[in-house]
C-alpha cells in the first residue's frame, strides 16, 4: 500500500483547508487517463466508491483509485515543504 510521509499530509491537510474541502475529502490518485504510467492529484469531496484509503490520519485523508494501487504499492508519496505550491513526489519505499 502506498505510504504517506509527514510532510505530504501537512502538505494535503493544508491545501485542503485552503480549498474548503470537507473533512471526509482528501487528496485522490489516479492514473492519468491520457498518458499510461502517470498519475493525476486531486483535491476531493469524498472518496469513490472503490478507492483504497491510504491515509486517514484524522485531518488529512489519501485516496488511490483501485486501478492505480497496484502501481504505488511500493511507492512513498512524499511533499517538499520548501517547494512553492505543492510539490509532490512519488519515490520507491525504503
Known sequence: ML???DNARTAVQD??????VPVEGGLRIAQASDQPG????????????????????????????????????TLTLDADPRAEGPGF?????A
Open 38 to 73: 502517470n498519475f493525476e492529484l486531486a483535491l476531493v469531496p469524498a472518496p469513490q466508491p472503490d478507492d483504497q484509503v491510504v491515509d486517514a490520519s484524522g485531518s488529512t485523508n489519501v485516496f488511490v483509485e483501485a486501478q492505480a494501487a497496484p502501481a504505488l504499492e
Open 89 to 93: 513526489v512519488l519515490t520507491p519505499t
Open 15 to 20: 491545501l485542503a483547508q485552503q480549498a474548503g
Open 3 to 5: 505510504t504517506v510521509t
